[in-house]
């Protein structure tokens, strides 16, 4: 009896030893199964890769400013209706010279068959004062050939001011016909005779 009991002693021995070892490759199958599903760094689809965050681009809005009007009242602080165009009266001339000049004289003829001499700043009226005009000031400006007169009018409401705008002429230029918003039938005209101009030596 002592042999069978050592021979049944051995094969439960040889039982364990089996089932210790069954279950070491069982624990690595199932570590190398679970590896195995795990994708590498190298495998990764790209579209699975996070995408860059997206930059909005500033935009820059660009204004483009309305310069056309009709008078004064229609242009900013600090420009005048001049030709229809909201401008400054030192646009009108070059001034970057050493030798500079200034008006000395200007003659000018009207429509209702005046004629006059003048000087920047003076002016005169029409239609019993319903239409006041004078020669702007001007800054000195270089010597040129082709210098424009600016002329200030002033429509008037007995007595109060309505509209205020600025034209400008070229020497024997007639201006176009000037209006009145009060008096329909009033047509003026004014023709720029000729300049004269004093400079600097």
């Known amino acids: 009896m002592g042999l069978i ?3 049944i002693l051995l094969f439960f021995l ?3 030893v089996f089932a210790a070892y069954s279950s070491q490759d069982l624990i690595k199958n199932k570590i190398n199964t679970f590896l195995d599903m795990q994708p590498s760094a190298a495998s990764l689809d790209q579209n699975q890769v996070p995408a860059p965050p997206v930059v909005a681009e500033s935009v820059t809005s660009i ?4 310069t056309s009007c009709r008078i ?5 602080q600090g420009k005048l209706c001049i030709d229809g165009n909201c401008q400054t009266i030192s646009s009108l001339y070059t ?7 200034s008006f000395s004289n200007l003659t000018f003829t009207t429509s209702d068959g005046e004629s006059y001499t003048l000087k920047e700043g003076q002016g005169t009226y029409t239609a019993a004062g319903a239409l006041e005009w004078k020669v702007s000031s001007v800054p000195d400006f270089c010597p040129e050939e082709d210098l424009v007169v600016p002329l200030y009018l002033y429509k008037k409401n007995f007595g109060k001011t309505v ?3 600025v034209i400008t002429l070229k020497q024997g230029q007639t201006s176009n016909a000037i209006t009145h918003p009060s008096m329909p039938a009033l047509k003026f005209t004014v023709t720029l005779q000729q300049i004269k101009t004093i400079c600097s030596s």
Do not use: I, S
Not at 72 to 76: I, L
Not at 95 to 101: G, P, S, V, Y
């Open 5 to 7: 009991k050592k021979l």
């Open 14 to 16: 040889l039982v364990v």
């Open 63 to 66: 204004v483009v400013e309305n």
């Open 72 to 76: 004064n009242g229609d242009c900013p």
């Open 95 to 101: 001034t970057d010279c050493e030798n500079k000049c």
């Open 163 to 165: 509209d205020e705008e």
